[in-house]
């Protein structure tokens, strides 16, 4: 039962780096989302997908690029790292069509400091 | 457009007051309707849903009814816990949404 799984759980990076936050659901949904968790602001989506191979921006999208090149994995990338990316991080997944209801399952959250 | 509105507190409840968090809607047609709730250090977990109007969800003692005729979804509990200690978000979605549409959260803290 592992459900939604993300790695690194916790990272630190310095103001220029790069990182790639992976996520991975065995449940087979289709749609799989970003979120950000910041201090007062609630969740924010950053990017979102809705298919293999198919991406689309969410509300606060500048800053990260995402892939998603087989179901289950949906990557998110830092190409280079900011302090105002210092976050906790959220990957969701959710079943599409007949019978979904549209309940969302989380991972555990990635923690992202940036110096 | 579509949205979800809830009280953000913070709430400070004495162990074993009835809890009351206000959720209110707006959305077009039918949309399922949803309690998550986070724990310190942990991730988003649903506490509960309902799919169509008048449906009450419920789990851990915690209810909510949905009320298409006020579109709300407030969550109740009666007899709240030290460990229910936690954020609360109200979101809403219909299997035509590519998106989910959460609340600000509202952060609870009981005190014993």
């Known amino acids: 039962n592992a459900g939604v799984t993300q790695t690194p759980k916790f990272r630190v990076l310095k103001t220029g780096q790069s990182m790639t936050l992976l996520c991975a659901q065995d449940m087979n949904h289709e749609y799989m989302y970003w979120y950000r968790q910041d201090p007062g602001m609630g969740l924010r989506l950053i990017h979102y997908?809705?298919?293999?191979?198919?991406?689309a921006k969410g509300e606060v999208p500048d800053g990260y690029n995402v892939s998603r090149l087989k179901k289950q994995n949906f990557l998110l990338g830092l190409e280079s790292a900011a302090p105002s990316q210092t976050s906790v991080y959220f990957c969701?997944?959710?079943?599409?069509?007949?019978?979904?209801?549209?309940?969302?399952?989380f991972g555990e959250g990635s923690r992202l400091t940036v110096l | 457009g579509n949205s979800v509105t809830q009280m953000e507190g913070p709430v400070t409840l004495s162990e074993e007051a009835f809890l009351t968090i206000n959720c209110t809607y707006t959305a077009t047609g039918y949309p399922s309707l949803f309690w998550y709730v986070q724990y310190p250090g942990e991730g988003l977990q649903l506490l509960l849903k309902?799919?169509?109007?008048?449906d009450k969800g419920s789990n851990k003692g915690f209810e909510a009814t949905y009320r298409k005729e006020t579109t709300s979804f407030h969550l109740e509990k009666g007899s709240v816990q030290v460990s229910d200690s936690a954020v609360y978000f109200c979101a809403l979605s219909k299997t035509s949404y590519d998106k989910v549409i959460f609340g600000p959260g509202t952060s609870l803290s009981v005190i014993p």
């Open positions: 969701a997944s959710r079943k599409r069509g007949q019978g979904a209801t549209g309940e969302l399952f």
């Open positions: 997908s809705v298919g293999e191979g198919t991406t």
């Open positions: 309902a799919t169509k109007a008048d």
